[in-house]
Nanobody, 114 residues
Framework: QVQLLESGGGLVQPGGSLRLSCAASGSIFSVYEMAWYRQAPGKQRELVAVITSSGSTNYADSVKGRFTISRDNANNMVYLQMDSLKPEDTAVYYC????????WGQGTQVTVSS
């Protein structure tokens, strides 16, 4: 069992940056593959970025070169650095942990608007 708590969302202007954090507790964090998803109003939840237990990463085409996922296994944390933000990045962002099953955080709102 894993509990996830996201933080760091907010309102930012286009071209700006935000760093999302996800604190994990309740299990052996380092063995989990971690990911960030997002869901915009009226749209399906979509995968944004994934980082494996060994540190390999993968990104959605829409965020490649702008977003960076990282993890700190010593402190049970995963991060999403978001740069060059666009209005279409506006969504609720969810932290996800996967091993035999998926675990979700409650989400944090990111709004990109001038």
């Amino acid at each position: 069992q894993v509990q996830l708590l996201e933080s760091g969302g907010g309102l930012v202007q286009p071209g700006g940056s935000l760093r999302l954090s996800c604190a994990a507790s309740g299990s052996i964090f380092s063995v989990y593959e971690m990911a960030w998803y997002r869901q915009a109003p009226g749209k399906q939840r979509e995968l944004v970025a994934v980082i494996t237990s060994s540190g390999s990463t993968n990104y959605a085409d829409s965020v490649k070169g702008r977003f960076t996922i990282s993890r700190d296994n010593a402190n049970n944390m995963v991060y999403l650095q978001m740069d060059s933000l666009k209005p279409e990045d506006t969504a609720v962002y969810y932290c996800n942990a996967r091993l035999a099953r998926y675990f979700w955080g409650q989400g944090t709102q990111v709004t990109v608007s001038s």
